[in-house]
C-alpha cells in the first residue's frame, strides 16, 4: 500500500475559469510573461480572456508567441531572456502541450541568466524559476498537472524531458470551452496521447493505489471519445470536449505518478524523423505494449480492457484506425542511428515496461514495423 504522491498544483476548473479567479493572477506580481504557440491560444479565447483579466487588474504584460511545437530549448532560451530584460515576475502559458512546457522551461532561464540553452536538462542552476500559470487548449498532455517538460534540443533534434519540484505549474485555470477548436486530427491525436498516459501508467512498475484513482477515471472516460470519434469522423460536442478534457487531467496526473513506458521514447523518433504528431507517435506502439502486457502483466492488463469495457480486439484495432500512420520505411543504418540514443543505458521507460525492454527490443521492433 506504500506510494509517494506529490501533485502541488492548485486546479480551478470549469467554464469562465480564468475570469472568474482574476485574484490568483494579482498574487503573482504587476508584470506577466504570456508564453503561446502561433495560433491556438488565439482561436481557443484563451488569450482574450487572459488579456482582459490581466487590464482590469492593472497587469502589465509581453507576449512571447513563437513556440513551435515539440518546442525547441533555443526558443525557450531566447523567450527567458526576453522576459528577464522586461523584469517579468509570473509567466502564463496558454496552449496545448508544447507552449505549457515551453513556459516550464522558459521560467528556469528567465530566473538564471547565465544558463545556456542545452544545460537545462544538467538541472544545475541557483534560482528558482518564475511562477507558472497555466492554461490548456488541447485534451492529451495533462502538462498542466505534471512535474515535466519534454523539450527538443535544436542541435541534435532530439526529445528530451526536464522534470522535478520545480517545473510545476503554481495554478492551472482548466476550461475545457477552451479546447472546442482542436481540429479533428488534433483532437483525436492529443486524445491518444491522455489515453496512452493512462494506459501506460497501468502498466509501469512504478503503477501503486493512487494513480490507480486517476486511471479508474481516465481510461473509460477517454476511451468511450475515442470509440465515438472512430465511429462517427467528426468534431465531438461541448460535453464530450469536456470528458477528453478531464479525462487527460487524470491521465496526467497518473503519468505524474507512474511515468510512461516504451511506446514514448520510441515515438519520439516518429515525431522527430517523421514529423508524426506526439499522440498518434506514442500510440503507434500501442499494439506492441498490450502484447507484453498479456505476456507478463496479464492482471494489469485485463483491468485495462475491463475498465474500458472492451477487448484486446477491439481495443488494439480502434487505436490503430485512429493511428494510422503515413507510410514510414527505415533502412538498417537509420534504424541503427535512432536506437544509438539508448547505447549507454535504458531509460526508465524501459526499465518500467513489464519484464524489461531493451535497445534490442526496440530495434526489433522498427525493423518489423519499418524495416526496408
Ligand atoms: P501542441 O504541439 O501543443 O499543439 C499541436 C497543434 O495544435 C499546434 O498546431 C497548435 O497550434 C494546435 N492547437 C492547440 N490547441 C488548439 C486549439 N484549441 N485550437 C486550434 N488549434 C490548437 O500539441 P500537444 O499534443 O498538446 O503537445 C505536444 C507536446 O507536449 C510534445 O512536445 C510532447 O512531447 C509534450 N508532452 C508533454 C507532456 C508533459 O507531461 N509535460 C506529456 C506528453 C507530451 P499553435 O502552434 O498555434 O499552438
Ligand atoms: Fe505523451
Avoid at 543504418?333 to 549507454?344: A, G, H, M, P
Wanted: aromatic share 10%; charged share 20%.
Amino acid at each position: 500500500m506504500d506510494f509517494n504522491f506529490f501533485m502541488p498544483v492548485r486546479i480551478y476548473s470549469g467554464k469562465g475559469a480564468v475570469k472568474n479567479n482574476a485574484e490568483v493572477f494579482s498574487a503573482y506580481g504587476k508584470n506577466c510573461g504570456i508564453v503561446t504557440g502561433r495560433s491556438s491560444a488565439l482561436k481557443s479565447g484563451a488569450l482574450d480572456d487572459v488579456l482582459s483579466v490581466l487590464s482590469k487588474s492593472g497587469i502589465n504584460c509581453i507576449i512571447y508567441d513563437k513556440i513551435e511545437e515539440n518546442p525547441l530549448i533555443e526558443s525557450c532560451h531566447s523567450a527567458g531572456s526576453l522576459f528577464r530584460e522586461n523584469k517579468v515576475d509570473f509567466i502564463v502559458g496558454i496552449g496545448g502541450g508544447s507552449p505549457l512546457d515551453a513556459s516550464k522551461a522558459i521560467a528556469i532561464y528567465a530566473a538564471n541568466e547565465n544558463l545556456s540553452p542545452k544545460d537545462i536538462y544538467l538541472r544545475k542552476y541557483d534560482n528558482s524559476p518564475l511562477p507558472v500559470l497555466l492554461i490548456g487548449t488541447t485534451a492529451g498532455t495533462g502538462s498542466e498537472v505534471t512535474g515535466v517538460s519534454v523539450l527538443t534540443d535544436g542541435a541534435t533534434g532530439r526529445k528530451k524531458s526536464i522534470s522535478g519540484a520545480d517545473c510545476y505549474a503554481k495554478a492551472v485555470f482548466a476550461d475545457s470551452s477552451y479546447t472546442q477548436s482542436m481540429p479533428y486530427e488534433v483532437t483525436i491525436s492529443t486524445a491518444l496521447d491522455a489515453l496512452s498516459h493512462a494506459v501506460e501508467g497501468c502498466l509501469s512498475a512504478k503503477y501503486a493505489d493512487m494513480p490507480q484513482l486517476f486511471a479508474d477515471k481516465a481510461i473509460p472516460m477517454l476511451w468511450d471519445c475515442l470509440k465515438w470519434l472512430d465511429k462517427n469522423k467528426t468534431l465531438p460536442d461541448e460535453k464530450m470536449r469536456e470528458s477528453l478534457y478531464y479525462g487527460s487531467l487524470y491521465a496526467g496526473m497518473v503519468l505524474n505518478q507512474c511515468g510512461t513506458l516504451f511506446p514514448h521514447p520510441l515515438g519520439y523518433v516518429l515525431t522527430e524523423n517523421y514529423k508524426i504528431p506526439h499522440g498518434k507517435a506514442c500510440t503507434a506502439f500501442m499494439g506492441e505494449l498490450i502484447s507484453v502486457g498479456y505476456s507478463y502483466a496479464r492482471e494489469k492488463t485485463e483491468r485495462i480492457m475491463e475498465l474500458a469495457g472492451t477487448n484486446e480486439d477491439e481495443f488494439c484495432s480502434v487505436i490503430s484506425r485512429l493511428t494510422a500512420l503515413p507510410e514510414i520505411t527505415m533502412t538498417d543504418e537509420e534504424i541503427s542511428k535512432y536506437c544509438s540514443r539508448w547505447d549507454e543505458s535504458a531509460p526508465g521507460n524501459f526499465i518500467n515496461t513489464p519484464n524489461g525492454f531493451s535497445k534490442a527490443d526496440a530495434e526489433r521492433i522498427f525493423r518489423k514495423r519499418f524495416g526496408v
